[in-house]
């Protein structure tokens, strides 16, 4: 099954193509906010480069937030178009799920972690059980220990033992394993992070963190085995909190008359699909 992984996330992209048994091809770049500019571009590269078309594909995965407001939008929008135009299988995978997936050989819990903004972060937690497939190879099941989480360090680190404490906690013994923290974090949430985890975690590095679209293939083609995809029209980025909507001030007259002899609120196509997520 040839795959097509897209992934505009946040200020790094990834896209990738590739079958069960073989990664063709991967770029993983930083894109600041040319998410839209340059993904388009990097597609038509990988499938060139490996003499294939975009006919030739079986399955389109994305990465489907939390992130990015705009980054996550982008990727969004192009693989439901090409799943949609192509005929082919979508799947969509939270952006935290392909983080937390590339630790999996860690022997504990497993925080994914993204900045919010506001001073706050975008994080869930995991736990992996090792399997045994049929030939003999090791695998890993990863299980989401609980809700995702939007906080303050602080806040988070409370969250997260809560989790943890529910799946590893032994009755009558309070020590419990670390949790690895992993993702794009700034400095100053790093800093935070460590003051409040004490000896409860560990943090590495956003170089090890590093999201690959490969992660994100494999993910996708575990569900398609499973008989799992999503329909193109109904598939939504996942927000953990609203966007900031402003109005602008030389519209806003003409908004409040407007609201004022229907329902008696501003309501414009931006603020309804804010309020939807």
Not at 12 to 34: P, V
Not at 104 to 123: F, I, K, M, T
Not at 208 to 233: C, H, I, M
Request: charge should be negative; glycine fraction near 6%; proline fraction near 4%.
């Amino acid at each position: 099954m040839l795959l097509l992984a897209l992934d505009t996330s946040t200020n790094q992209s990834s896209i990738a193509l590739c079958s069960e048994d073989e990664l063709y091809s991967e770029y993983t770049w930083r894109s600041g906010n040319n998410h839209s500019v340059e993904l388009l571009q990097y597609i038509q590269r990988i499938v060139a480069e490996n003499h294939m078309t975009m006919q030739q594909l079986d399955a389109i995965a994305v990465a489907t937030g939390p992130g990015s407001f705009n980054g996550v939008r982008v990727a969004l929008a192009a693989a439901k178009a090409f799943a949609f135009s192509l005929q082919k299988p979508l799947v969509g995978i939270s952006t935290l799920d392909i983080i937390a997936a590339q630790q999996q050989h860690w022997r504990g819990p497993v925080c994914a972690v993204l900045e919010a903004g506001r001073s706050e972060l975008y994080a869930a937690c995991y736990a992996f059980d090792e399997q045994r497939d049929e030939c003999g190879e090791s695998c890993y099941h990863m299980q989401q220990l609980g809700d995702y989480l939007l906080g303050a360090p602080k806040q988070l680190i409370a969250s997260v033992q809560e989790q943890v404490d529910r799946r590893f906690g032994v009755p009558g013994e309070r020590q419990l394993p670390p949790v690895l923290f992993c993702g794009e974090i700034n400095e100053a949430s790093r800093q935070s992070l460590h003051t409040h985890m004490q000896e409860s975690g560990v943090l590495i590095s956003d170089v090890l963190s590093t999201r690959r679209a490969a992660t994100l293939a494999l993910l996708a083609l575990e569900r398609l085995r499973e008989g799992r995809k999503d329909d193109p029209l109904a598939l939504e980025p996942l927000y953990l909190r609203r966007p900031s909507i402003t109005t602008s001030t030389r519209k806003r007259p003409l908004l409040d008359g407007a609201a004022q002899q229907s329902s008696g609120h501003v309501t414009t196509e931006r603020g309804e699909g804010a309020l939807r997520h």
